[in-house]
């Protein structure tokens, strides 16, 4: 059997690509290692999804490809092939300045992929899936490409077009991951608002919210990425009235000052953004909302920033990241503005905005002791177990240590009582089965 190291670098689609493409390649008995803990183990060859979204992205998928490349010199990786958001970017580049890469393929090039490998590529089991993730939660992705035209993303240009994926594919995808083990849904797009507009001329996101609710054995369902303008609110309806909908929206809002917004090209105000998040939070009053915010971007000025700073205080986001602005060649932001903030003045107002964001969760975190919460245990560290609540996504979000006198089984619903909390994680102890 040959052996096959697949890496895969960047953002949960990313991911999904990877473990689609590894369904296929063990579907013609190759055997696949995922991301081996030694990258370079002997590999007949090794398979590199990069990531071209941002500088450091990109330097990062540089990296790992010459170190790939380097253990192809040393004789222990056959071929190192290239696929995903970089070399859909730079596939010339790639291929013109790395010789040594037996393969640069994009992003929608699995197919080929299989191919060069002397493989046959299942059109009908396109959708199965290796997980990668622990077996009880995996992402599924609504849609493909983005409509949206910000200012600072490459995104349009290299995953296209937004194509959404047909609602009986997604539920029938759905049932094919409850049959692997699957409880919780992390539903991805580039923009979730806009599922369905392409295919059925209106949103569809709460129609196939409904449709995934009644898949058997799938018990949470958590929305990431979506969009504030054009938001399908009755989303956040069904939220309040449905329980297997994890009262949890991560909806990044990038700014709030007007002229950043306009500069951004967001198509949204921040009076719209203030009234949409009021909306929700009248709708489902304990929702965890996360965002992400970028600072830095052309034409923020201080002025601009304390608005931000202000709207972080005033909003109290329960999960908060923040970008630096990164020009990115082939962007409207890139040929429209001058790059003119200085980076120790982005990293400074990053920072700023991080020790705001410590203040406000361990608050927040804080507010939970002594809380009854039903959580999903993902795994056992030390004499604790790791487990979430449904304000809490995998890999981004809090965690809760749980003591318990009896063994728990990792990915059963359980009840705890939370006892003490700190900036992000919590500790808790057990109560009973959910
Ligand atoms: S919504 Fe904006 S930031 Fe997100 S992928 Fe589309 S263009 Fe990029």
Not at 390 to 404: C, H, Q, R
Request: charged residues 25%; negative net charge.
């Amino acid at each position: 059997m040959k052996k096959i190291n697949l890496i895969s670098l960047g953002c949960s689609k990313n991911l999904i690509d990877t473990e689609r493409l590894m369904s296929q390649l063990s579907r013609n008995h190759f055997q696949i290692q995922f991301e081996p803990e030694n990258l370079n183990n002997q590999a007949d060859a090794v398979i590199i999804n990069t990531c071209g979204f941002i500088h450091d992205a990109k330097e990062e998928s540089i990296e790992v490809i010459f170190n790939q490349v380097a253990a192809k010199n040393e004789g222990r990786v056959g071929k190192v092939y290239v696929m995903g958001c970089l070399s859909e970017r730079y596939r010339e580049e790639l291929t013109l300045e790395i010789p040594e890469l037996d393969g640069v393929f994009g992003v929608n090039d699995i197919p080929s992929i299989v191919a060069s490998l002397k493989g046959v590529f299942d059109a009908e089991r396109f959708y199965d899936r290796k997980l990668t993730t622990a077996a009880h939660y995996a992402y599924m992705k609504l849609s493909e490409g983005c409509d949206r035209n910000c200012s600072f993303c490459a995104i349009p240009s290299i995953r296209g077009k937004h194509v959404s994926v047909p609602l009986e594919k997604l539920v029938a995808e759905a049932q094919y991951l409850a049959s692997q083990g699957v409880k919780e849904l992390l539903l991805i797009a580039q923009d979730l608002s806009y599922y369905g507009y392409d295919l059925y001329k209106k949103s569809r996101l709460a129609d196939l919210l409904k449709a995934l609710t009644a898949v058997p054995g799938i018990e949470w369902i958590r929305l990431h990425y979506a969009y504030p303008h054009k938001f399908p609110i009755e989303v956040i309806d069904l939220m309040a009235s449905e329980p297997k909908i994890c009262k949890y929206l991560d909806i990044p809002f990038q700014h709030i000052h007007n002229t950043v917004l306009k500069n951004m090209r967001r198509n949204v105000t921040s009076e719209q953004t203030y009234d949409l998040i009021r909306e929700i939070r009248n709708r489902v009053p304990d929702i965890a909302l996360r965002t992400t915010l970028m600072v830095g971007h052309p034409g923020e000025t201080e002025e601009a920033f304390e608005a931000l700073k202000d709207f972080v205080r005033e909003v109290r986001f329960d999960r908060l990241g923040v970008f630096t602005y990164s020009e990115e060649e082939g962007t409207y932001g890139a040929s429209a503005f001058e790059d003119s903030i200085p980076e120790d003045v982005k990293n400074a107002r990053a920072d700023e905005i991080m020790t705001l964001q410590q203040e406000i969760a361990f608050q927040k975190n804080t507010n939970l002791e002594g809380r009854i919460l039903k959580v999903i245990i993902d795994r056992k560290e030390g004499e604790y177990y790791i487990a979430r609540s449904e304000f809490d996504s995998p890999e981004v979000d809090n965690e809760l240590l749980v003591s318990a006198n009896k063994e728990l089984t990792i990915g059963s619903f359980q009840w705890v009582q939370v006892t003490s909390a700190e900036a992000f994680d919590a500790y808790a102890h057990w109560l009973r089965e959910a």
